[in-house]
């Protein structure tokens, strides 16, 4: 794929960047306003498939790009386990316990762990969608060639 | 009422297209539309007439909330979806690659 | 720290998203950490049988206590029933792990392949702990996603193709199930199983609890592959790697659909006559139907996996001849006695029809086929396969002295002693028709006239299948001691009370 | 603690599975262990048959120490074993049988190939055998039973098509007869509410007592390969090592199904008179049936095989009749037969040696180089076909008696018939007759062929155990009335007295004597001077190079108008239950097959319409 034309390609360039910045704040405010990890890592990733989808496949090297993008989702969601799973070394013992510190309610810092779910949950959706795409793309190459 | 026999419409139409159509990416359309009907019936049934969106805010006395675990099943339902979908289309585009076809009639090596 | 039951889940994950970031750096890391993981889980399941658990044994997740007697957190119980099973799927996860280590080079991206299963076996684990009937429902999706995933794992013509079926079917009963869980919430307004059992036990019979009990019934059903829900299995287990198909005949049919039916419709639901009518039918009919589909196949794994079918509806009678007991007010021993048929024949199959996989992958690692019409003579050249085969095949057609004859044994006597003379009748004909198809594999792949001697691809087997093979045989033996009252009373009767006693699990649950 | 009955269950079992793990190369070493472990069970065999009736548990626990004592304590009471006259005879015959055939068992030829891991299935097969006769409760005694199944086939070498698939239908026959018996045990606990072989005692007078004889009859009548169940034996026969066939189908086998038969008839259940009338038409089915098909064989072994199964028929009928003097005819002739017959597949084995063929036409004129084979041979032969004075001669007498007897004191259908059975069974003995003159004269006699000239009697292992064998039938024949019945077969049927005149030991003197006298006439005859003529056939002479095969004898009766249609069908298996099921379940299989049809529409109506359905049934 050889991308679009000039003018989705400069809008792209210049709307990727808000729409990223959007997920991360959706992504960051997740224990304070609707959406969360899963909604903001949406957008975060469909900031990165527009850009692809604008610029072409053959900008980036599609192979190595998706297992980076696979390691990536495996990286966040171990940390997400074992962020869980702390919590059987902490506090009450049990699975899934909130150990941090709450905070006052409304603040950004607050919520204890939460928002650290929030944001790997955010970096495995984003990861993980990018490789749906890729992975749907790259074999989509292989079919046409 | 209505909503609902929306939803049940909606289900009959992606069956519809599971058991009537032949392009495997058809099916998986037709599949799609199934779930997202079951979806549909999931956040109807948390839904409570002139309800608030269940978010803590300051100064609120009483307030009626929709029912927010519904939501929460169906915002795991729909990434469980996504993942069976693309699955799907993988295995869709793997078996055009192999088999040569999209038609489900020739997919059938394996039968007896 | 105490025992807890969490670790059946959090461990099998934190393998499947270790393996690709390490795996992708280390070689032979995959391997290594999955048959670790999977020896863990047994030695801890062993180690709960030894301490004696005080069933059940309740983890809330995220440390929420019940407000108002109603339970908000999600709960995670281990209980009698929940841990025969969880020994069944850690025991087959752990040999055919094992198994893959030497059976698997063959593929390429080894490291998929083991993610795939320790997810598969977080996902069963999660679905027989959970005490939530919607975490079931996202467990079991985890569990059957990378089902999936493994079944089209060679990516060859046919394996794709079964992968495609599997999914839409798969998909459709996912489908069902969430519409049940949802008219559920509906009707109860919780998700925990212990409070919906109290509500349900209260209520009356409408016609949506009707409704919904259908719904889970063809859902869990098409998991389990009961007949008429059954044309995924022989294609989707004949086709993935030998050790998956161990896996899922062994023990994901029996996880996320003999185990849920069991829970929901023994524990939850009010026993009523026409729905464990229903049951027993579906079971009898795939007793039946699935040995007469068998008994022509060529292709080796196929036959097994219509086996599957036959042998899941023995244990669906086995508890289904408890229910109609249970429901009669009859004799609550023979009730018993069926349950622990069905039970105990659970984890035979899971045991010899893994066995029986794995001696399929062992046949193809060799001669590189799957059909018995150009097998012949292997007796020769593979003895531990040959011998290994031969203990299975005895075991599933009922021979004593393996497992297979003493949980036939106990179907079939509580049947009579039920007085439900067609379905002894049925079970002694599926018998002979089950005995009659092994023997066809036994005669036409190992002995008859030799025609395997040019086509051999190696001439011997690497010692990770081997062990795995003679494990699992002298466990089929072995588990023939499990009608010992005094083993049967340290594994088989905990899970049978559970059954029995209906409305006791959410009584149990509902004070801690 | 290690009591005697441990030793005779559990030590043969034990050391079958060390045995099997010593590679096949040390055969003899195995052999040699083998026949050591089976003279220590004769042993314990013997001085079981002096115990008193007892009910001895096989796991004792003494004590609160050894290996888990709840285990054993629980184990004590299902294990129960049952010791009376009846099992310690029968064991005492497995006891004398087993040594003979392991020490035939231990010589090999140098390109013969015996079932791998034989003597570690052989002991195991002793030990069980052990175990199932001496088993009270039903379930462990199913068991065991079961067990022998398993080892029966482990006992063929299955290297070709053929003994593969001979195989595979002997083991499909026997266990599904295991599985039917589950039914039927069910049944009688649902009855009786116990399992206990020495506690039942059921009148055979509502329907499920009934079908339960029926059921586990079916059981008894399968291991022991009576008429319809019977069609493994030729099959089986056929193709096994000679050892194999008299091990197992030839003596083991009719001594336990037997033994189980005589439990169900007299010890558990109470028959009624049609249940005798149909085990009495069960039994002289089998004894025509069978024989009739022998008559027509051409391989001596598979010959064996059709007369191991009209043997049975003897027994079935003996014991059906329920009078003691009919129950201890038949545990005679269960007995006489296992011995000669075992002797006879023996025999058979050497011949196959010597002469590598099984085919009687390809056999002749043997006696001269196997003499002793010869010699043993005929004696069998003669026993199996009832010549006075031997044992089978004996037996039969006794069963014969057994039916007039039965015909003058019961009341009855069955009773009044009794001409019909006695009449039956006289025919069949006479049929028998007919066709071991086919297997001497085919195998021993007739004209020597060339290729056998270089042939020579088999070493002393071989000949002991045929001789010992042999020796068994003459004194069993001779003593049969005033010592062996008495002693050993009153205690386990009940006694009685024979109504008629007949003396054994006199009979077998007196045909000892004139076998002499006619050795002498014929020696003073030899000092004359005799006529010398070539022999002739049909008025030609019969030159050098013509030969009549003995088969073609029994032409005429295979070719009789109506009985040639019989065979006919019954080669095209229109006879055997076996093969009706297997068509009928593969019809079946290729209707289902044909349903799926690997289009992915189709499977998904199929859930939807279940779906359906199950919405019908439950909601409507």
Same mark, same amino acid.
């Given at each position: ?104 309610? %409304? ?39 | ?112 | ?247 899922? =005949? ?263 | ?194 399992? =206990? ?22 059981? =008894? ?83 064996? %095989? ?152 088999? =070493? ?161």
């Amino acid at each position: 794929m050889n991308g679009m034309s000039l003018i989705v390609k400069k809008v792209t360039q210049l709307m990727s960047g808000l729409i990223f910045m959007y997920g991360l704040y959706i992504i960051t405010h997740g224990h304070l306003t609707p959406g969360g990890g899963f909604a903001g890592g949406a957008i975060v990733a469909g900031a990165f498939i527009l850009l692809i989808l604008a610029f072409g496949s053959k900008v980036i090297s599609l192979r190595t790009e998706k297992s980076q993008t696979s390691i990536t989702e495996s990286l966040a969601l171990l940390i997400v386990i074992i962020l869980a799973g702390a919590g059987l070394f902490f506090g009450s013992y049990v699975f899934f316990n909130n150990y941090l510190p709450e905070g006052e309610v %409304g603040e950004l810092i607050s919520a204890g762990v939460i928002p650290l779910y929030n944001i790997f949950v955010g970096m495995e959706v984003s990861a993980a969608l990018l490789t749906i795409f890729l992975g749907l793309v790259i074999y989509k190459e292989e079919v046409a060639s | 009422m209505m909503v609902y026999i929306m939803c049940f419409i909606l289900f009959m139409v992606g069956l519809y297209g599971v058991l009537t159509r032949r392009n495997l990416i058809k099916i998986v359309i037709g599949f799609s539309i199934m779930e997202f009907s079951c979806f549909l019936f999931l956040a109807l049934i948390g839904y409570i007439e002139n309800g608030l969106a269940p978010i803590l805010k300051e100064g609120m006395k009483n307030p009626v909330y929709v029912d927010p675990l519904p939501q929460a099943m169906v915002l795991t339902a729909i990434v469980i979806g996504l993942a069976t979908t693309a699955m799907l289309l993988a295995i869709a585009i793997r078996i055009y690659k192999k088999y040569g076809t999209f038609d489900i009639r020739k997919v059938n090596e394996l039968k007896g | 720290m105490e025992l807890t039951p969490a670790l059946y889940i959090i461990v099998p994950l934190l393998g499947a998203f270790l393996i690709p970031v390490i795996g992708h750096f280390v070689k032979g890391f995959q391997k290594v950490l999955t048959v670790l993981i999977t020896l863990f889980l047994v030695v801890y399941n062993i180690w709960f049988f030894v301490t004696g658990f005080d069933a059940p044994v309740v983890t809330k997740v995220g440390g929420w206590e019940a407000v108002n007697d109603v339970p908000i957190a999600i709960y995670l119980v281990y209980d009698g029933l929940s841990a025969f099973i969880l020994l069944t799927i850690c025991l087959i996860a752990f040999l055919s792990a094992f198994y893959a280590v030497g059976y698997i080079k063959r593929f390429t991206a080894e490291n998929n392949f083991y993610a795939l299963l320790c997810l598969m076996i977080a996902g069963m684990n999660g679905v027989v702990l959970s005490g939530d009937i919607f975490n079931i429902y996202v467990f079991l999706e985890i569990a059957v996603i990378a089902s999936y995933a493994l079944v089209a794992f060679g990516t060859e013509k046919q394996e794709l193709e079964a992968s495609f079926k599997y999914q839409v079917l798969g998909g459709i009963a996912s489908i069902l199930i969430l519409f049940a869980v949802a008219l559920l919430y509906w009707q109860t307004q919780t998700l925990n199983l212990a409070d919906i059992s109290v509500i349900l036990q209260e209520g009356t019979q409408t016609t949506a609890l009707i409704f919904t009990e259908v719904l889970l019934i063809v859902g869990f059903g098409l998991k389990a592959a009961m007949i008429p829900f059954h044309a995924w299995l022989p294609d989707a287990h004949s086709s993935a790697p030998s050790p998956i198909s161990a896996m899922l =005949s062994g023990v994901l049919i029996k996880a996320v659909g003999i185990y849920a039916l069991l829970r929901l419709f023994f524990n939850i639901f009010v026993i009523t006559y026409e729905v464990s009518l229903v049951i027993t039918i579906l079971g009898a009919l795939s007793m039946v139907v699935g040995v007469l589909l068998a008994i022509g196949q060529w292709d080796l794994k196929r036959l097994l996996a219509y086996h599957s079918i036959s042998q899941m509806g023995y244990v669906i009678i086995g508890v289904g001849i408890g229910m109609l007991i249970i429901q009669r007010d009859g004799n609550m021993t023979i009730a018993a006695l069926a349950i622990a048929g069905g039970l105990f024949h659970m984890i035979n199959h899971a045991l010899f029809k893994g066995l029986l996989f794995l001696d399929a992958g062992a046949i193809e690692f060799m001669a590189g086929t799957r059909n018995l019409r150009n097998l012949g003579g292997l007796a020769r050249y593979m003895p531990v396969t040959s011998s290994t085969s031969l203990g299975a095949s005895m075991a599933i057609s009922g021979i004593p002295p393996f497992n297979g004859f003493f949980s036939k044994l106990l179907i079939i006597i509580a049947a009579v002693r039920g007085e439900f003379y067609l379905l002894a009748a049925l079970a002694v004909f599926v018998n002979f028709v089950t005995l009659g198809s092994f023997m066809k594999f036994m005669r036409y792949a190992f002995y008859n006239s030799d025609k395997s001697k040019a086509k051999l691809k190696t001439d011997r087997l690497p010692f990770t299948m081997k062990f795995s093979m003679i494990t699992m045989v002298i466990l089929c033996v072995l588990m023939s001691l499990m009608i010992i009252p005094y083993f049967r009373e340290i594994m088989l009767t905990p899970a049978v009370d559970v059954l029995v006693n209906t409305s006791e699990y959410a009584t149990k649950l509902i004070g801690l | 603690m290690i009591n005697d009955l441990n030793i005779i269950v559990c030590l043969p079992i034990v050391a079958g599975i060390i045995i099997f793990l010593l590679p096949d190369a040390f055969r003899i070493l195995k052999g040699i262990l083998a026949l050591a472990i089976t003279l220590i069970f004769s042993g314990f065999a013997i001085k079981i048959f002096g115990y008193a009736d007892a009910l001895l548990p096989l796991v004792q626990q003494t004590g609160e120490t050894g290996l888990l004592p709840e285990v054993t304590r629980t184990l004590e009471q299902y294990t129960v074993m049952n010791i009376n006259s009846l099992t310690t005879i029968i064991l005492l015959f497995v006891a004398v049988l087993a040594p003979l055939i392991c020490l035939y068992s231990i010589y090999k030829e140098k390109n013969e190939t015996f079932p791998s891991q034989f003597y570690s299935w052989f002991l195991i097969t002793l030990g069980s055998s052990a175990g199932t006769v001496l088993a009270d409760n039903l379930l462990l005694f199913l068991f065991f039973w079961g067990v022998l199944g398993y080892t029966l086939y482990k006992l063929i070498r299955q290297h070709d098509a053929q003994s593969s698939d001979a195989a595979k239908k002997t083991l499909i026959i026997v266990g599904s007869s295991d599985a039917i018996m589950i039914i039927g045990i069910g049944l009688l606990w649902n009855i009786a509410g116990t399992l =206990s072989i020495s506690e039942l005692s059921v009148h055979t007078s509502s329907g499920p007592a009934i079908m339960a004889f029926l059921l586990l009859a079916v059981g =008894s009548f399968t291991k022991a390969g009576a008429f319809p169940f019977h069609t493994w034996i030729p099959s089986y026969t056929g193709k096994a090592h000679g050892v194999s066939s008299a091990y197992m189908p030839a003596s083991f086998d009719k001594l336990i199904g037997i033994y189980f038969l005589v439990v169900l008839c007299s010890r558990i259940f109470v028959l009624n008179q049609w249940l005798t009338l149909v085990l009495l038409i069960l039994g002289v089915a089998t004894i025509i049936i069978a024989v009739m098909m022998a008559l027509i064989q051409h391989n001596y072994k598979k010959l064996l %095989g059709y007369h191991a199964v009209s043997q049975v028929g003897y027994m079935v009928v003996g014991i059906a009749l329920g009078t003691p003097l009919g129950i201890a005819a038949g545990l005679f002739h269960m007995f006489n037969n296992a011995v000669y017959k075992s002797g006879l597949f023996l025999s058979a084995t050497t011949i196959e040696r010597k002469t590598g063929t099984v085919d009687l036409d390809k056999t002749g004129g043997l006696a001269s180089k196997l003499p002793l084979t010869f010699i043993t041979a005929l004696i069998f032969a003669l026993s199996i076909s009832g010549i006075p004075p031997l044992n089978g001669f004996a037996s039969k007498w006794m069963i014969y008696q057994g039916i007039v007897d039965f015909g003058q004191q019961a009341t009855g259908v069955a009773s009044q018939l009794w001409i019909v059975w006695l009449a039956l069974a006289v025919l069949g003995s006479a049929l028998t007759l007919a066709s071991f003159i086919k297997f001497i004269s085919g195998i021993f006699l007739g004209r020597k062929k060339e290729i056998f000239d270089n042939i020579k009697e088999v =070493s002393f292992a071989q000949w002991i155990p045929v001789i010992l064998l042999a020796v068994i039938c003459l004194w069993f024949g001779a003593f049969s009335t005033k010592y062996v019945v008495k002693e050993l077969f009153m205690p386990a049927s009940g006694s009685f007295s024979f109504f008629s005149i007949w003396d054994s030991d006199l009979l077998f003197w007196l045909v000892i004597a004139s076998i002499i006298a006619g050795i002498l006439i014929y020696w003073i005859g030899r000092f004359k001077n005799m006529r010398r003529a070539e022999s002739f056939v049909g008025g030609e002479k019969a030159g050098e190079d013509k030969e009549f095969p003995v088969t073609g004898f029994y032409l005429t009766v295979k070719n009789a108008p109506g009985l040639r249609q019989i065979y006919d069908l019954a080669g095209r298996k229109w006879f055997d239950l076996y093969d009706l099921l297997k068509g009928f379940v593969l019809w079946t299989n290729k209707g289902f097959s044909y349903l799926h049809t690997g289009i992915l529409t189709t499977y998904t109506f199929w859930v939807y319409a279940g779906f359906v359905i199950l919405l019908l049934l439950l909601i409507l």
